[in-house]
């Protein structure tokens, strides 16, 4: 069974930063596209972020500049470093990725637990 388990949320301060952490685990062949997504209190989940298997990012406007999202492929893991945090960037954080995985190596998307950020201001 495949897993994604968030970490790192928590509560900061405007201007702090914070480092989230998303591993995969379970009968994995392999991992495609992988992404951050957010949630606010009474609004739509949206996409933050976005990395390919190879490295290819894309984010949403409004965290250019001062989030990035990274992976390590070999312990199947995916970051996003979060700097000048803002009161708007508070949300519940969803990881999200394509796997292939099981006996016949069928791709799904998975989605994590979600974890807590909370910009105080």
């Known amino acids: 069974q495949v897993r994604l388990v968030e970490s790192g949320g928590g509560l900061v301060q405007v201007g702090g930063s914070l480092r989230l952490s998303c591993a995969a685990s379970g009968s994995i062949f392999s991992i495609s596209d992988m992404g951050w997504y957010r949630q606010a209190p009474g609004k739509q989940r949206d996409l933050v972020a976005t990395?390919?298997?190879?490295?290819?990012?894309n984010y949403t406007d409004s965290v250019k500049g001062r989030f990035t999202i990274s992976r390590d492929n070999a312990k199947r893991t995916l970051y996003l470093q979060m700097n000048s945090l803002k009161p708007e960037d508070t949300a519940v954080y969803y990881c999200?990725?394509?796997?292939?995985?099981?006996?016949?190596?069928?791709?799904?998307?998975?989605w994590g637990q979600g974890t807590q950020v909370t910009v105080s201001s």
């Open positions: 990395i390919t298997s190879i490295g290819r990012t």
């Open positions: 999200n990725a394509d796997i292939s995985a099981g006996r016949y190596r069928g791709t799904y998307n998975y």
